[in-house]
């Protein structure tokens, strides 16, 4: 290869889209021999994407290919800004009657076969380079745009066809997951009742007392049991809750909810892990915000995983607020924090199941630990708790900065009124 003529800059470039290496490699050589700069793409969406990086002078373009064919790819490159007057020449083995007017209808600028000759190739794409061009008369392009349409929307149906049936086993298979999760789920919880029963049975042979009344080094053999066992019953809780609510299963118990109090229950669940970590929490007083219709059991668990994840992901020292609002006919419930914020194109999906931020390394069995992952499951169960009511949850956040901190401020939006519930309770 030489560079007969100046700066590399100056060579003309050339992208040929072609899946046949034989082809690619004698095309290339022969190119470059005489000074071109050879850009190889192997199927169509490669070759569409190095077409806008490279700006090439010229395309040359196989047409059977895997995937998108030639026509298609370039029709598709005609439609972009850039490439109306770029010489695009169809470079093709088949040579079927019909075939040059199809390409040419689709767009392309010239027609030229396989195998190439070699002492006239180069000529040849310096020609179209200098402005040649094949033209159709109009009645004969019209007739094979129209084929050429008719050949799109095949291919665009039986592609439809084939992501349907794509995303059907998906969903398929999806289902099968969840209820797999719900069967092992259903199938701990039997050993799990017998483990949390004997644990508390020997607590109580035991007699309950202070670590003086054990004999020596049990008390923490005991209590180790015991935190463990309480770890797996959450976790296996969630997971049956989560599948619960991916079967709109959830059976809420609605009564009247004060937030108040629903906040202060919270807060106070968490007293401790927010000293552990040094962690205010600040909250308003809301006595003064309507009651709301709810499940309040689980409204407190949905709030609870929201407070916990900002103890999570707030490193020490932070703050954390709930406030509340009355927002039309619902209350809007605010948790915000001084935490290492989330980026705005992860917002919406931290809400699905089993979905984590973090690497999978920094998974740890800490409720609590700043940054620890958990299982993805807690947004995803408060998500479905608060729709169950005919709520909203989002969050706000500008960015993820673990130096700067931006924080989130996740919304819980909970309506006044249950739609479906007849007033089963006076209001006080
Ligand atoms: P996990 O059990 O991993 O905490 P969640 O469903 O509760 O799962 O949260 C999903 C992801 O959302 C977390 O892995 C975390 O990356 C991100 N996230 C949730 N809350 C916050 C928050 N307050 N600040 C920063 N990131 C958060």
């Excluded at 050589?29 to 806008?52: F, P, Q, S, T």
């Excluded at 770890?231 to 989560?242: A, D, F, G, H």
Aim: charged share 25%.
């Amino acid at each position: 290869m030489g560079t007969r003529n100046g700066s590399i800059s100056d060579r003309r470039k050339v992208l040929y889209i072609e899946d046949d290496i034989g082809s690619q490699r004698l095309v290339q050589r022969v190119l470059e021999k005489h000074d071109y700069e050879v850009l190889i793409a192997g199927e169509g969406l490669n070759g569409i994407d190095l077409a806008r990086q490279a700006s090439p002078h010229l395309i040359l373009m196989d047409i059977n290919l895997p995937g998108m064919n030639g026509r298609e790819i370039t029709t598709r490159l005609r439609a972009l800004p850039n490439f109306n007057n770029t010489p695009i020449v169809a470079l093709t083995a088949n040579n079927s009657p019909g075939y040059r007017e199809r390409a040419l209808a689709a767009g392309c600028d010239g027609f030229l076969t396989k195998p190439i000759d070699i002492s006239r190739f180069p000529r040849e794409v310096g020609n179209y380079l200098q402005g040649h061009r094949e033209e159709l008369e109009q009645k004969e392009k019209l007739e094979h745009l129209k084929l050429h349409a008719e050949h799109l929307v095949e291919r665009l149906e039986s592609k439809v066809q084939e992501l349907e049936q794509a995303n059907k086993r998906l969903r398929d298979l999806d289902r099968m997951k969840s209820s797999f999760i719900a069967l092992v789920s259903h199938e701990l919880r039997t050993p799990l009742t017998l483990l949390e029963g004997y644990s508390h049975l020997l607590d109580e042979q035991l007699g309950y007392g202070e670590e003086e009344d054990y004999p020596p080094g049990v008390f923490n053999l005991v209590q180790g049991l015991d935190v463990g066992v309480k770890r797996i019953s959450q976790v296996i809780n969630e997971i049956i809750n989560v599948s619960r609510i991916a079967s709109g299963n959830l059976d809420l118990s609605i009564g009247p909810v004060r937030v108040n109090d629903l906040v202060a229950n919270v807060a106070a669940l968490h007293r401790e892990a927010l000293a552990a970590r040094n962690l205010t929490l600040a909250r308003d007083d809301l006595a003064h915000l309507p009651l709301i219709e709810g499940d309040g059991r689980q409204l407190r668990t949905a709030l609870s995983n929201v407070v916990e994840n900002a103890i999570k992901y707030t490193p020490d020292g932070g703050k954390i607020m709930i406030t509340a609002r009355p927002v039309g006919n619902a209350v809007d419930v605010v948790v915000t924090d001084t935490g290492i914020g989330i980026p705005v194109e992860e917002q919406r999906r931290i809400f699905d199941q089993f979905y984590v931020l973090e690497a999978i390394e920094h998974h740890s069995t800490s409720k609590s630990a700043f940054g620890g992952g958990g299982l993805g499951l807690g947004l995803a169960v408060t998500k479905g708790i608060i729709e169950a009511h005919s709520g909203r949850i989002w969050v706000e956040s500008q960015r993820s900065d673990d130096i700067e901190r931006p924080g989130s401020s996740f919304h819980l939006l909970l309506p006044l009124k249950q739609p479906r519930m007849a007033r089963a309770f006076e209001e006080e």
